[in-house]
Structure formats: structure tokens, C-alpha cells
């Protein structure tokens, strides 16, 4: 069994497929779970909807209430502190099972630091108060990321899409984060996290692995993520998945 922990499939706008063609797919890849994250208050809420509605049908599809950093606009700060309230409340949906994708992203020109670390101080309080794991996005700006970080006491959490230096996953594995390892780990060159300390992701329809460059990705590739990582650690798929699974069951909760 693999776990996806990390997609973005509630959002029709970037799928090409169908949703029943994107389940099929995964359960004919061995897929059994499936996170997707949400990435704003009503992208959240929209994942949601999508999560409750397919685990009615049978699917084991979870979500997460996220605010990423990139989404955060000088005119959304007025709202925040009714963001948080309203996200308090959706946390008690049974399909919950944390919150992300949170964090902090110097990449592009023109972020506003302040801005962004005001999101986050909020967004990690709002995890610590609830008890529930994060999905962090850090790109670019470890450097004021880690003392936030540090002012917290949160919950076995995981660092997504990890691309940065060997120090800065040191500084993360020392602090019992796990990595989420995805597609880009099968074409870019990488600091690569124990096996014990990894998660499977895809960021669905993002990052799509190889052989697949070029076309949606989907979390029926989180294969293709497990097959890499077992030639990387020189190990059997069949123990890529047992480890990663029961990371992902143990901080999830799923």
C-alpha cells in the first residue's frame, strides 16, 4: 500500500482527467490514501467538500485547511483573524487531518516577509491549539523560518517538497520533522532524508516524475516516487511502502 500525502486533486481547474479516472488510476497503482491540501481559506474549504463527498463514496481521500504563503495578500490581513476562527471550526470535519500548506516563500520578486511571517505566526498557532500536524512549504527562507518554528510546540509535522541545502534538512531532521519526498527527487539533484524520516508525495498535478515529465501528474504516480526510492536506499518497493505508510498513518492519523 502507498500513501499520497501531498495533492492538490479537489481543484478542477488544474486537472485534465477525471476524478473517477484519477481514483482508478491510483488503486491500480497500489494508492490506498490520499491527502489533499489546501492552499487558501476557500481553496480549503473547496477541499473539504471534495474530501467528505468521495469518502461518502468509498475512498480514503483526506484534506488539510492550508494558507500558503503566496496567497496571502495585503487585503486578506483584515480577514485573518476570522480565517482562523472559520478554519477552528472546519478542523472538526472527520476528513481533516491537519493543516498546510503553511510556511514561508522568499523565491519570487516582491514577497513581503512581514506579511508572510504574520500569516504564519497564525496558521502555527492555530496548529498547536488544535494539536494537528503541518504540511510546511519553506522555499528560500529558512533562515526566518526556523526561529518561528522554534517558538512552537507542535505535533510530529512534515516539511514538503524538501529542495534545499543538507543543512537545512539537518536542521529539519533534528527538529523530528519528516520529509515529503516527490516527483522531483526522480530528475533534480537533492539532499535526501533517511528513509525512516520520509513521506510519498506527488503535489499533484504538479511535479510530475519521471517517465511522466511533461504530462498532469496524479497520485497514482507516488509509484513512480516509491520505485526511485528503492533503488536510492538499494531496497525492495515492498519496503519503501511499508515505511513511508506507516510514517504518513502515524502522523496523519489515518
Not at 516582491?110 to 522555499?139: I, N, T, W
Not at 515529503?180 to 527527487?185: D, M, P, R
Not at 511522466?212 to 526511485?228: D, H, L
Request: proline share 4%.
Amino acid at each position: 500500500m502507498l500513501i499520497d500525502t501531498h495533492t492538490h486533486i479537489h481543484d478542477e481547474s488544474d486537472r485534465a482527467d477525471s476524478i473517477e479516472g484519477i481514483f482508478e488510476h491510483a488503486h491500480k497503482q497500489g494508492v490506498d490514501k490520499i491527502i489533499t491540501i489546501g492552499t487558501s481559506p476557500k481553496d480549503s474549504l473547496k477541499a473539504r467538500v471534495f474530501a467528505e463527498k468521495w469518502a461518502k463514496n468509498g475512498e480514503n481521500i483526506f484534506w488539510t485547511f492550508g494558507y500558503h504563503p503566496n496567497e496571502y495578500a495585503e487585503k486578506d490581513r483584515i480577514n485573518l483573524t476570522n480565517d482562523i476562527n472559520m478554519a477552528s471550526e472546519a478542523l472538526k470535519s472527520p476528513q481533516n487531518v491537519g493543516i498546510g500548506e503553511i510556511g514561508l516563500d522568499y523565491h519570487f520578486d516582491g514577497y513581503d516577509a512581514e506579511r508572510q511571517r504574520e500569516l504564519l505566526l497564525g496558521m502555527l498557532q492555530l496548529a498547536q491549539d488544535h494539536k494537528k500536524p503541518v504540511s510546511f512549504h519553506v522555499r528560500d527562507a529558512f533562515e526566518d523560518f526556523w526561529p518561528i518554528f522554534d517558538n512552537f510546540h507542535l505535533v510530529t509535522s512534515v516539511m514538503h517538497s524538501f529542495s534545499d541545502s543538507k543543512k537545512n534538512l539537518r536542521e529539519a531532521l533534528n527538529r523530528d520533522l519528516y520529509i515529503g519526498v516527490n516527483g522531483l527527487a526522480t530528475f533534480a539533484d537533492l539532499a535526501h532524508p533517511p528513509l525512516e524520516r520520509m513521506v510519498l508525495e506527488t503535489d499533484a498535478p504538479y511535479l510530475t516524475p519521471k517517465p511522466f515529465r511533461g504530462t498532469m501528474n496524479k497520485p497514482g504516480y507516488v509509484k513512480c516516487v516509491a520505485e526511485w526510492a528503492a533503488e536510492y536506499y538499494e531496497v525492495d518497493i515492498s519496503e519503501v511502502a511499508k515505511i513511508t505508510s506507516a510514517n504518513a498513518e502515524k502522523i496523519f492519523k489515518i
